[in-house]
C-alpha cells in the first residue's frame, strides 16, 4: 500500500510539473481575456477558465493519442488562435484607450477554453502518459495544479494592468503558439517535412502576423 501512495503521490506530482512547465503559454491566454473584464469579475472569469479547462483535460487525455494523429487539427487550431490572438489584444487595447471594459465573462470564458484545448494537445498526450489511464490520477495531478495556474494568470493581469506593452508581449506569444501548431501540423509534416529553421520561422511569422494585424487595426480605428 505504501508504494502504491508512494507511485501515486509521485505520478501526480508529475503530472502538475508537466503541466506547470508546458502551461505557460495558456496563463498568458487567461490573462489576456480576463483583462478585458471588470476587475470585480477577473477571478470569476480566471477560476470559470480554468477549471473548465482542467475538465476538457481529462475528457480528452484519453483519446490525446489519436487526436494528436488527425491531420489538420493542429493546423486549424493554430489559425484559431491566431484570431483569438488578435482579438484579445484588440480589446486589451481599447481598454487601455478608453478606460472602459470590453467583453464580457462569458466571452473570456469561451475564448480560455478554446484556447486551451486548440494549445494543449502536446500537453495533454503528456499528461496521458504519466497517468497510466488512471482518471483519480489525472484529476489529482490537475486539480493540483489548477490553483498555480490561476495565481499566475491573476498575477500576469495585474502586471499587465500596469504596463500594457505587455499586453502586445503575451498576444506575440500566442501567435509563436500558433505559428508552431501550423507548422507541426501531421499533414504539414506529411506533405513538407518541415527542417527545424522552418519550425523557428513559422513561430516568427506567427507572432509578427498577429502584432502586424493589431497594428493595422488600431492604425485605422478614429481617434477618440
Known amino acids: 500500500m505504501g508504494q502504491l501512495t508512494g507511485g501515486f503521490f509521485f505520478d501526480a506530482l508529475a503530472i502538475v510539473l508537466i503541466d506547470v512547465l508546458l502551461a505557460g503559454d495558456n496563463a ?20 470559470a477558465g480554468a477549471a473548465g479547462a482542467v475538465v476538457l483535460r481529462v475528457i480528452l487525455t484519453f483519446f490525446a493519442a489519436k487526436i494528436l494523429q488527425l491531420e489538420f487539427l493542429k493546423l486549424a487550431g493554430g ?18 484607450e478608453t ?10 470564458v ?72 501550423i507548422i507541426t501540423d501531421p499533414w504539414m509534416k506529411r506533405v513538407v517535412n518541415p527542417p527545424e529553421p522552418a519550425v523557428i520561422a513559422a513561430e516568427v511569422c506567427g507572432a509578427a502576423a498577429v502584432l502586424l494585424a493589431g497594428w493595422c487595426i488600431r492604425a485605422r480605428r478614429p481617434a477618440k
Open 28 to 47: 498568458v491566454v487567461i490573462a489576456l481575456a480576463v483583462k478585458s473584464l471588470p476587475h470585480a469579475q477577473r477571478r470569476s472569469g480566471v477560476i
Open 79 to 96: 489559425l484559431l488562435i491566431l484570431w483569438i490572438a488578435v482579438k484579445l489584444l484588440i480589446a486589451g487595447s481599447r481598454e487601455d
Open 99 to 108: 478606460g472602459a471594459s470590453a467583453g464580457s465573462l462569458r466571452q473570456a
Open 110 to 181: 469561451w475564448m480560455i477554453l478554446v484556447a486551451d484545448f486548440t494549445m494543449s494537445l502536446d500537453n495533454i498526450l503528456a499528461v496521458a502518459a504519466v497517468s497510466h489511464d488512471s482518471l483519480a490520477l489525472l484529476i489529482a495531478g490537475l486539480g493540483l495544479s489548477i490553483s498555480l495556474v490561476v495565481f499566475t494568470s491573476s498575477l500576469l493581469s495585474r502586471i499587465m494592468d500596469r504596463y500594457p506593452i505587455l499586453v502586445w508581449v503575451g498576444a506575440a506569444v500566442l501567435g509563436r503558439v500558433a505559428g508552431e501548431m
